[in-house]
């Protein structure tokens, strides 16, 4: 059964809904692209923070950094295994970053909210101005935890194009069964 073809407006007005989903897709994708572009270039300022170079590193970072290093080195590993691509690959991480990092955003303002109605507000900005190794290490694995989820799993192929199911198909008698059967 088709559906009857649709009148001037309704093709203008479904036209202009698909426009706008494109625009807001890539406005969205682009968005999310940047802020992981953002995460991933602040890192070196955040790590090297006292511009003492490697004597100001911590701990936590001295740990951070190979980390960060092999979890990358498997994400290549992967792109080149799945034939991803290196700008594919490299979209894939930036995109998982700009996710992670709006999560994150997302917590830090539903609790200002939420603390906004309590006499903790101050104390709680004054938490997030402190430089305290809990929330690094929280910032940290939020960058790990993005790039282990950036791998890719598949190929893109398989990602893009589903399985095609046939839609109607018809019994199909083999020559031998033709035979048989005179």
């Known amino acids: 059964m088709q559906s009857p073809e649709l009148s001037l407006a309704g093709k ?3 036209g202009l809904t698909k426009a706008l989903c494109l625009l807001l897709r890539g406005l969205k994708t682009c968005s999310l692209w940047l802020l992981g572009l953002l ?4 890192l070196p300022l955040i790590i090297l923070e006292y511009g003492e170079g490697l004597a100001d590193l911590s701990l936590l970072e001295w740990g ?3 980390l960060l290093a092999l979890l990358l080195w498997r994400h290549i590993h992967y792109c080149q295994h799945f034939t991803t691509g290196i ?3 490299l979209s894939r991480l930036l995109m998982f970053q ?3 990092s709006v999560l994150g955003l997302a917590i830090v303002g539903l609790l200002t909210v939420l603390l906004a109605q309590t006499e903790h507000l101050q104390t709680f900005i004054r938490y997030l101005l402190q430089d305290d190794p809990i929330s690094k290490f929280v ?3 939020t960058v790990l935890l993005a790039a282990y989820l950036a791998a890719p799993t ?3 192929a398989t990602i893009s194009t589903p399985e095609a199911v046939p839609y109607c198909m018809e019994p199909s008698v083999s020559t031998t069964a033709k035979e048989a059967s005179l």
């Open 87 to 89: 700008w594919r690959g």
């Open 39 to 42: 995460t991933l270039a602040a």
């Open 64 to 66: 951070f950094m190979p």
């Open 139 to 141: 910032s940290f694995g």
């Open 12 to 14: 203008l007005d479904n």
């Open 154 to 156: 598949a190929t893109a």
């Open 98 to 100: 700009g996710v992670m």
